[in-house]
């Protein structure tokens, strides 16, 4: 690896796909105020996640259509044909 570039400041923090509720620990350089008790007994940063392997349809095999913040309505009423 090349000296110099990468943090040193990893920590353990758990992430949560808000949209089916699977949490799991790994390592993070983010920074979060908020926290949750991991099934160790120990409290540890929580960083929520919109999707994630859990729920992306490339992984789950289902072509399941995620619109984020009505971006799909914005695109129609955008390019909808006026009568």
Request: no cysteine.
């Amino acid at each position: 690896m090349k000296q110099g570039i990468h943090p040193d400041n990893y920590r353990f923090v758990v992430f949560k796909d808000m949209s089916n509720g699977t949490t799991f620990l790994s390592k993070s350089t983010s920074n979060t105020r908020e926290t949750i008790q991991w099934e160790d007994g120990k409290e540890y940063p929580l960083i929520k996640l919109e999707i994630s392997n859990t729920s992306h349809p490339f992984y789950t095999g289902k072509n399941v259509l995620v619109d984020t913040a009505g971006r799909i309505d914005k695109f129609k009423k955008r390019y909808a044909k006026k009568a």
